[in-house]
C-alpha cells in the first residue's frame, strides 16, 4: 500500500517534469531573444583596453559569435544547450556551466540556511500570535515582522557586518564563504558545511558556519514576516474551527491540540510562502552576495547583466527556472505528506 | 546572537589567531610575509592580452611574467609614482638604441630562469613579441603605438641578444616593451600547448602562466581570489632579491563599505578602488596610511558631440565651459580628491606649456555663458540629456544633478540618463550621445599620444568625435619630433586649439587612494592603475 503509493507519486512526479519542459524551452528562447533586444553591445564593452579599437571589436564579436543573424544564433546556442554547453563568459573567461556549478552550492547553501533560520523562527512566532490575537505579544510579532521587512536586506546586512565584526569583532571578515587562510575540504557536495564533515575537519565546520551566520541571517530577517503572518493567519482559521473545539471539549491536551490538530492543518499554505519564498531568496539574495562578496549565482548573473555578458545571464534564467520547477515538484509533495488528502498530479 | 559556543571555544582561539598578530606570534609570522589585496575587481584571465580582460588582470601579470624592460619610479609631490622617462631593464641586463633611433638592442640577463627552471633566452623573447604584433590580441593595438607592427623587426643575434628594427625613430618604441601586454612567454612551454587553430596557445595561457616572474600562481578562481607564492629565485627587482613578500591574496570584495571595514580592522593590507567618503573618514581617524596620489595620465571629462547638433556649434561648447558649477561638482563627486583641471588664469591667454593634460581658464560665469548662448543663436537655451555610466554612479550622480541644477540658469534644459555600462560604451562607441561624462586613461602619457588617440579618427575614445584636420596634422606630426623645443611648441599650439575649440571640458584627474596598513611600505602608483605586488613590502 505505501509502496503503490510511493510509486504512484514518482510517476506523477516524473510526468510533471515532463510537462515542464516546453515552459523551460519557452523560458530559454525568451531570455535569448531577450538578450538581444537589450541595448548595449557586450563586444563594445569588453574591448575596453587603453587601445582597443574596431579591430579588437570585431575579434570579440566573432569570439561571442555575435557577427551571425540572430537565428543563426539561436540555433547554435541551442545545439550547444542539447550537448550541455552554456556557452562561456567573457566576465570570468570560464564555461558558464563551470562557474555555475561553482556558485550554485554556495547560493543554495546561504538560501538553505536563510530559508531554516526563517522557519524556526517564523513558524513558533505566528503560531505564538495566533494563540493570543491581540494580546501584546502579537503585537510584538507584528512589529518585528515589520521591521524586518521595512529594512533592506543589504542595510540589514551592512548593520550585522558593522556591530559583529567592525564593533565587536566577533564576527569573521564578512569576505565569502570561508576564511582565505583556511585550506578547503575535497569537494564533495559543494556545501562547505557538509563537506568539511566529510572530511572530518571540525575546525574547519565551524570555520564555514561562522561565515555562513551574518548572510544567512540577514537574509532570514528579511523573509520571517511573510511567513510568520501566514502561519498567524492559517493558525487562526484553524484554531476556530470545529475539529478543534471537539478535541478541546474532549480534553485532548493543550500541546497535542495546538500541535497536532491546529498546525498541521495551518500548515499548507505556510509550505506554500515557503516554496516561493525560496525561489524569490535565490534570484534575490544578489544584494546579501555583493555585500559579504558571497560568490553566489545572483552576483554573478548581475554583474553578467551589467556588461551584456549573454551566456551568463541566459545560463543563470534556465538555472533559475529548472530550479523553479523542482521547488515547485518539492512543495507539492510536501503537501502529501502534511495532508494525506492532497494528491500531485 | 552569540558567536561562540561553549563546545567550540578552543577552535574559534584557533581560528581567531590565524589572523590576529597580536594572540599568536608563531602564526604571526606567515600572516606578516602575507599581502592581503582586496580590490572591487576581479582577475579573469592569466594572459593580459585576452580581449576583455581586467585591469586586475593587467596588475596580476606584471607579477607573473617580466617584460624585457621596466619603468622606473620617481618621486611626484613626495609620492611615488611610475616614471615615464627612466627605463630600467628587467629580462634585459642592458639595452642600447642607435644613434638614428633605429635599432633597439637589448642584452638578455644570463641568470633569468623561467619559473620551471629553464633559462630565459632571445628565441623566448622573439616568439613572445612576435606573438604580440601577430595573433589577434590586445598587445598588437597597444605595440602598434611603438611602431612595432611585424614579426620582422625583432631578430635574434645569439642567444642572449636580441635587436629591434623600427621605421622611423619612434620614441614610444621602448616605452611600449614596459607595458602589460610584450610579457616574456617561456616559448617552449607554450609551444607545447599551441593547436593549429590556435597557433600561439592563447586559450591555454588564459588560465595558466608560463613566465619568469616574480610570483607563481597557486591557486586562481576567476571572479574571486588567486593566491600568489613568491618564486625564490626571481631577482630582478632593484636590490637583485626576490619580492619582499612570500604570499600574495588578491580578493575580490565587491562592497566598498566591506573593503574599507576589512582594511581598518587590519585584516586586508592594502586597497586602492575605497569610496571617496570612506577614504576621508579613514584619513581622518589617522591609523592607517592613505596616499593619494592624482591620476596624472588618467582625465574625467564633460564631453560633448561635436557632430551633434547643437553640440557643433563651438559658442554652445562655450557656453557649457563656462556654466558648470567646477568647484562645487568637484567636492561633491569627488570630495575634492584629485587635481582640478579648471580655473586656471593665463596671464597673456596662452597655454602655460606643451603638457596634456593642462588646467584650462574656465570657471563657472554664467553672464559669459548666456554671452556665448546669444552668440550661437539660441539665448532661449535648449533641452538635452546628459548621460552616465552606472559604474561610475557614486561620482557621476552628484556630479550630474549639478549640472542640471546649474544648466537650468541659462535656460538649457537637461535629462539625466544612467545607462548600464555595456550600453554605455555601445552609445559612445556608435556616437550617439550628446552630452556626457566619461573617463580615459593613457599607458604612456604624452602630449601628442593624447591628441592622436582622443581627439582624432572616428574611434571610440574620439569621445568629442572632433574631426579637425590641422590639430590631427600638428599632433601627427609631434610625435616623430625629436626636438625638445618644436614638440613643446606644437604642445602649446595643441592645447591652445583644445581651449578654443573647446571640443569638450576636461574636469580632474582623480585620485587613487591607497589605504594600507601602517606597516606597508614601498606603494607605487603605477600606470595600469592597479598596485604592483613587487614595489610593496612590510617594515
Same mark, same amino acid.
Given at each position: 500500500m505505501v509502496m503503490t503509493g510511493l510509486g504512484a507519486t514518482m510517476v506523477r512526479a516524473g510526468r510533471r517534469l515532463l510537462s515542464s519542459l516546453p515552459a523551460l524551452f519557452g523560458v530559454l528562447v525568451f531570455t535569448f531573444l531577450l538578450m538581444r533586444v537589450l541595448p548595449g553591445d557586450p563586444a563594445v564593452f569588453f574591448a575596453s583596453g587603453p587601445n582597443a579599437g574596431k579591430e579588437e571589436i570585431e575579434q570579440i564579436r566573432k569570439q561571442m559569435g555575435l557577427n551571425k543573424s540572430v537565428p543563426e544564433q539561436l540555433v547554435f546556442y541551442l545545439s550547444d544547450i542539447g550537448r550541455g554547453n552554456l556557452g562561456r563568459s567573457m566576465m570570468t573567461g570560464q564555461p558558464v556551466l563551470k562557474d555555475l556549478r561553482e556558485r550554485l552550492p554556495a547560493s543554495l547553501e546561504l538560501t538553505l540556511t536563510a530559508l531554516l533560520i526563517a522557519l524556526i523562527a517564523a513558524v513558533p512566532l505566528g503560531v505564538v500570535a495566533a494563540l493570543r490575537p491581540g494580546s501584546i505579544i502579537d503585537h510584538g510579532v507584528r512589529l518585528f515582522c515589520a521591521l524586518g521587512v521595512c529594512v533592506p536586506t543589504f542595510v540589514s546586512g551592512l548593520l550585522l557586518i558593522y556591530v559583529f565584526y567592525y564593533l565587536l569583532g566577533l564576527a569573521p571578515d564578512p569576505t565569502g564563504r570561508i576564511d582565505v587562510f583556511t585550506s578547503l575540504p575535497p569537494q564533495r557536495t559543494g556545501f562547505l558545511s557538509i563537506d568539511f564533515l566529510l572530511a572530518g575537519d571540525f575546525e574547519g565546520w565551524w570555520a564555514a558556519c561562522k561565515q555562513l551566520v551574518l548572510p544567512a541571517v540577514s537574509m532570514a530577517l528579511f523573509v520571517i514576516a511573510p511567513l510568520a503572518r501566514i502561519t498567524r493567519a492559517s493558525m487562526l482559521v484553524s484554531l476556530g474551527s470545529d475539529f478543534v473545539r471537539t478535541a478541546r471539549s474532549v480534553g485532548l491536551s493543550w500541546g497535542k491540540v495546538v500541535v497536532t490538530y491546529a498546525l498541521r492543518n495551518a500548515i499548507l499554505p505556510v509550505i506554500t510562502i515557503a516554496g516561493i519564498v525560496f525561489s524569490t531568496m535565490l534570484g534575490a539574495n544578489v544584494l546579501v552576495e555583493k555585500v559579504f562578496s558571497w560568490p553566489g549565482v545572483a552576483s554573478y548573473a548581475l554583474d553578467a547583466l551589467l556588461s551584456s555578458d549573454y551566456a551568463p545571464v541566459q545560463g543563470f534564467v534556465l538555472l533559475m527556472a529548472s530550479l523553479f520547477v523542482l521547488v515547485n515538484l518539492v512543495v507539492d509533495i510536501c503537501y502529501g505528506i502534511a495532508d494525506p488528502r492532497v494528491s500531485i498530479g | 546572537m552569540r558567536f561562540v559556543s561553549f563546545?567550540?571555544?578552543?577552535?574559534?582561539?584557533? =581560528? =581567531?589567531?590565524? /589572523?590576529?598578530?597580536? =594572540?599568536?606570534?608563531?602564526?604571526?609570522?606567515?600572516?606578516? &610575509?602575507?599581502?592581503?589585496?582586496?580590490?572591487?575587481?576581479? !582577475? $579573469?584571465?592569466? *594572459?593580459?592580452?585576452?580581449?576583455?580582460?581586467?585591469? &586586475?588582470?593587467?596588475?596580476?601579470?606584471?607579477?607573473?611574467?617580466?617584460r624585457l624592460v621596466a619603468f622606473g619610479r620617481k618621486q611626484l609631490n613626495g609620492k611615488w609614482v611610475f616614471d615615464l622617462d627612466t627605463i630600467t631593464g628587467e629580462l634585459a641586463e642592458s639595452y642600447d638604441v642607435s644613434p638614428d633611433g633605429l635599432k633597439l638592442t637589448f642584452r638578455l640577463r644570463k641568470d633569468a630562469k623561467f619559473q620551471d627552471g629553464s633559462p630565459v633566452t632571445a628565441e623566448d623573447v622573439k616568439w613572445s613579441l612576435d606573438r604580440c604584433v601577430t595573433a589577434p590580441i590586445l598587445g598588437k593595438a597597444q605595440l602598434l603605438t611603438g611602431s612595432l607592427t611585424s614579426a620582422d623587426q625583432f631578430k635574434v643575434i645569439d642567444p642572449l641578444t636580441i635587436e629591434v628594427t623600427l621605421p622611423k625613430p619612434d620614441k614610444l618604441a621602448l616605452p611600449n616593451l614596459a607595458t602589460v601586454y610584450p610579457m616574456i612567454i617561456n616559448s617552449k612551454v607554450a609551444k607545447a600547448h599551441a593547436t593549429p587553430d590556435d597557433p600561439w596557445a592563447t586559450a591555454w595561457l588564459k588560465e595558466h602562466t608560463a613566465g619568469s616572474g616574480a610570483y607563481v600562481v597557486e591557486n586562481f578562481k576567476p571572479g574571486e581570489q588567486v593566491i600568489l607564492k613568491r618564486d625564490e629565485n626571481w631577482?630582478?627587482?632593484?636590490?637583485? @632579491?626576490? +619580492?619582499?613578500? @612570500?604570499? !600574495?591574496?588578491?580578493?575580490?570584495?565587491?562592497?566598498?563599505?566591506?573593503?574599507?571595514?576589512? !582594511?581598518?580592522?587590519?585584516?586586508?593590507?592594502?586597497? !586602492? *578602488?575605497?569610496?571617496?567618503?570612506?577614504?576621508?573618514?579613514?584619513? +581622518?581617524?589617522?591609523?592607517?596610511?592613505? #596616499?593619494?596620489?592624482?591620476?596624472? $595620465?588618467?582625465?574625467?571629462?564633460?564631453?560633448? $558631440?561635436?557632430?551633434?547638433?547643437?553640440? *557643433?556649434?563651438?559658442?554652445?561648447?562655450?557656453? #557649457?565651459?563656462?556654466?558648470?558649477?567646477?568647484?562645487?561638482?568637484? @567636492? +561633491? +563627486?569627488?570630495?575634492?580628491?584629485?587635481?582640478?583641471?579648471?580655473?586656471?588664469?593665463?596671464?597673456?591667454?596662452?597655454? /602655460? $606649456?606643451? #603638457?596634456?593634460?593642462?588646467?584650462?581658464?574656465?570657471?563657472?560665469?554664467?553672464?559669459?555663458?548666456? &554671452?556665448?548662448?546669444? %552668440? %550661437?543663436?539660441?539665448? &532661449?537655451?535648449?533641452? =538635452?540629456t546628459f548621460s552616465f555610466n552606472v559604474g561610475q554612479s557614486s561620482t557621476a550622480e552628484p556630479m550630474a544633478a549639478l549640472v542640471k541644477e546649474s544648466l537650468a540658469k541659462i535656460g538649457i534644459k537637461v535629462d539625466i540618463q544612467k545607462l548600464p555600462d555595456a550600453q554605455m560604451s555601445t552609445q559612445i562607441n556608435e556616437k550617439k550621445l550628446p552630452f556626457f561624462t566619461e573617463g580615459i586613461v593613457a599607458w604612456l602619457p604624452s602630449t601628442d599620444y593624447f591628441y592622436r588617440n582622443f581627439y582624432t579618427g572616428t574611434q571610440r575614445w574620439n569621445y568629442s568625435s572632433i574631426n579637425n584636420p590641422e590639430l590631427a596634422a600638428i599632433a601627427q606630426e609631434a610625435r616623430f619630433e625629436p626636438d625638445k623645443a618644436k614638440y613643446e611648441a606644437a604642445g602649446r599650439k595643441l592645447n591652445a586649439m583644445h581651449f578654443d575649440l573647446m571640443p569638450q571640458i576636461m574636469l580632474w584627474q582623480p585620485n587613487q587612494d591607497a589605504v594600507m596598513a601602517p606597516s606597508i611600505e614601498g606603494y607605487t602608483y603605477e600606470f595600469h592603475r592597479q598596485v604592483d605586488y613587487r614595489d610593496v613590502s612590510r617594515k
Amino acid at each position: 500500500m505505501v509502496m503503490t503509493g510511493l510509486g504512484a507519486t514518482m510517476v506523477r512526479a516524473g510526468r510533471r517534469l515532463l510537462s515542464s519542459l516546453p515552459a523551460l524551452f519557452g523560458v530559454l528562447v525568451f531570455t535569448f531573444l531577450l538578450m538581444r533586444v537589450l541595448p548595449g553591445d557586450p563586444a563594445v564593452f569588453f574591448a575596453s583596453g587603453p587601445n582597443a579599437g574596431k579591430e579588437e571589436i570585431e575579434q570579440i564579436r566573432k569570439q561571442m559569435g555575435l557577427n551571425k543573424s540572430v537565428p543563426e544564433q539561436l540555433v547554435f546556442y541551442l545545439s550547444d544547450i542539447g550537448r550541455g554547453n552554456l556557452g562561456r563568459s567573457m566576465m570570468t573567461g570560464q564555461p558558464v556551466l563551470k562557474d555555475l556549478r561553482e556558485r550554485l552550492p554556495a547560493s543554495l547553501e546561504l538560501t538553505l540556511t536563510a530559508l531554516l533560520i526563517a522557519l524556526i523562527a517564523a513558524v513558533p512566532l505566528g503560531v505564538v500570535a495566533a494563540l493570543r490575537p491581540g494580546s501584546i505579544i502579537d503585537h510584538g510579532v507584528r512589529l518585528f515582522c515589520a521591521l524586518g521587512v521595512c529594512v533592506p536586506t543589504f542595510v540589514s546586512g551592512l548593520l550585522l557586518i558593522y556591530v559583529f565584526y567592525y564593533l565587536l569583532g566577533l564576527a569573521p571578515d564578512p569576505t565569502g564563504r570561508i576564511d582565505v587562510f583556511t585550506s578547503l575540504p575535497p569537494q564533495r557536495t559543494g556545501f562547505l558545511s557538509i563537506d568539511f564533515l566529510l572530511a572530518g575537519d571540525f575546525e574547519g565546520w565551524w570555520a564555514a558556519c561562522k561565515q555562513l551566520v551574518l548572510p544567512a541571517v540577514s537574509m532570514a530577517l528579511f523573509v520571517i514576516a511573510p511567513l510568520a503572518r501566514i502561519t498567524r493567519a492559517s493558525m487562526l482559521v484553524s484554531l476556530g474551527s470545529d475539529f478543534v473545539r471537539t478535541a478541546r471539549s474532549v480534553g485532548l491536551s493543550w500541546g497535542k491540540v495546538v500541535v497536532t490538530y491546529a498546525l498541521r492543518n495551518a500548515i499548507l499554505p505556510v509550505i506554500t510562502i515557503a516554496g516561493i519564498v525560496f525561489s524569490t531568496m535565490l534570484g534575490a539574495n544578489v544584494l546579501v552576495e555583493k555585500v559579504f562578496s558571497w560568490p553566489g549565482v545572483a552576483s554573478y548573473a548581475l554583474d553578467a547583466l551589467l556588461s551584456s555578458d549573454y551566456a551568463p545571464v541566459q545560463g543563470f534564467v534556465l538555472l533559475m527556472a529548472s530550479l523553479f520547477v523542482l521547488v515547485n515538484l518539492v512543495v507539492d509533495i510536501c503537501y502529501g505528506i502534511a495532508d494525506p488528502r492532497v494528491s500531485i498530479g | 546572537m552569540r558567536f561562540v559556543s561553549f563546545r567550540s571555544a578552543a577552535s574559534v582561539l584557533a =581560528t =581567531t589567531a590565524l /589572523l590576529s598578530i597580536a =594572540t599568536a606570534p608563531s602564526q604571526a609570522q606567515t600572516r606578516a &610575509e602575507t599581502l592581503r589585496y582586496v580590490t572591487g575587481a576581479s !582577475v $579573469n584571465t592569466l *594572459d593580459p592580452n585576452i580581449p576583455g580582460s581586467t585591469r &586586475e588582470s593587467f596588475a596580476l601579470s606584471m607579477s607573473t611574467y617580466d617584460r624585457l624592460v621596466a619603468f622606473g619610479r620617481k618621486q611626484l609631490n613626495g609620492k611615488w609614482v611610475f616614471d615615464l622617462d627612466t627605463i630600467t631593464g628587467e629580462l634585459a641586463e642592458s639595452y642600447d638604441v642607435s644613434p638614428d633611433g633605429l635599432k633597439l638592442t637589448f642584452r638578455l640577463r644570463k641568470d633569468a630562469k623561467f619559473q620551471d627552471g629553464s633559462p630565459v633566452t632571445a628565441e623566448d623573447v622573439k616568439w613572445s613579441l612576435d606573438r604580440c604584433v601577430t595573433a589577434p590580441i590586445l598587445g598588437k593595438a597597444q605595440l602598434l603605438t611603438g611602431s612595432l607592427t611585424s614579426a620582422d623587426q625583432f631578430k635574434v643575434i645569439d642567444p642572449l641578444t636580441i635587436e629591434v628594427t623600427l621605421p622611423k625613430p619612434d620614441k614610444l618604441a621602448l616605452p611600449n616593451l614596459a607595458t602589460v601586454y610584450p610579457m616574456i612567454i617561456n616559448s617552449k612551454v607554450a609551444k607545447a600547448h599551441a593547436t593549429p587553430d590556435d597557433p600561439w596557445a592563447t586559450a591555454w595561457l588564459k588560465e595558466h602562466t608560463a613566465g619568469s616572474g616574480a610570483y607563481v600562481v597557486e591557486n586562481f578562481k576567476p571572479g574571486e581570489q588567486v593566491i600568489l607564492k613568491r618564486d625564490e629565485n626571481w631577482n630582478r627587482g632593484s636590490a637583485n @632579491k626576490p +619580492a619582499f613578500f @612570500k604570499r !600574495v591574496i588578491v580578493q575580490s570584495v565587491p562592497e566598498p563599505a566591506t573593503r574599507a571595514n576589512l !582594511v581598518e580592522r587590519g585584516d586586508a593590507d592594502l586597497v !586602492v *578602488d575605497l569610496q571617496a567618503s570612506d577614504v576621508q573618514s579613514l584619513e +581622518a581617524k589617522g591609523k592607517l596610511k592613505v #596616499i593619494s596620489t592624482p591620476q596624472y $595620465n588618467a582625465i574625467t571629462y564633460v564631453s560633448m $558631440n561635436n557632430q551633434l547638433p547643437p553640440f *557643433d556649434n563651438v559658442n554652445v561648447r562655450r557656453a #557649457i565651459a563656462y556654466a558648470l558649477p567646477y568647484d562645487d561638482m568637484f @567636492k +561633491a +563627486a569627488l570630495f575634492g580628491r584629485g587635481a582640478p583641471l579648471f580655473g586656471a588664469t593665463w596671464p597673456d591667454g596662452n597655454p /602655460l $606649456n606643451g #603638457i596634456y593634460p593642462f588646467q584650462q581658464p574656465v570657471k563657472m560665469d554664467l553672464d559669459k555663458a548666456r &554671452e556665448y548662448l546669444k %552668440a %550661437a543663436g539660441l539665448p &532661449e537655451g535648449f533641452s =538635452t540629456t546628459f548621460s552616465f555610466n552606472v559604474g561610475q554612479s557614486s561620482t557621476a550622480e552628484p556630479m550630474a544633478a549639478l549640472v542640471k541644477e546649474s544648466l537650468a540658469k541659462i535656460g538649457i534644459k537637461v535629462d539625466i540618463q544612467k545607462l548600464p555600462d555595456a550600453q554605455m560604451s555601445t552609445q559612445i562607441n556608435e556616437k550617439k550621445l550628446p552630452f556626457f561624462t566619461e573617463g580615459i586613461v593613457a599607458w604612456l602619457p604624452s602630449t601628442d599620444y593624447f591628441y592622436r588617440n582622443f581627439y582624432t579618427g572616428t574611434q571610440r575614445w574620439n569621445y568629442s568625435s572632433i574631426n579637425n584636420p590641422e590639430l590631427a596634422a600638428i599632433a601627427q606630426e609631434a610625435r616623430f619630433e625629436p626636438d625638445k623645443a618644436k614638440y613643446e611648441a606644437a604642445g602649446r599650439k595643441l592645447n591652445a586649439m583644445h581651449f578654443d575649440l573647446m571640443p569638450q571640458i576636461m574636469l580632474w584627474q582623480p585620485n587613487q587612494d591607497a589605504v594600507m596598513a601602517p606597516s606597508i611600505e614601498g606603494y607605487t602608483y603605477e600606470f595600469h592603475r592597479q598596485v604592483d605586488y613587487r614595489d610593496v613590502s612590510r617594515k
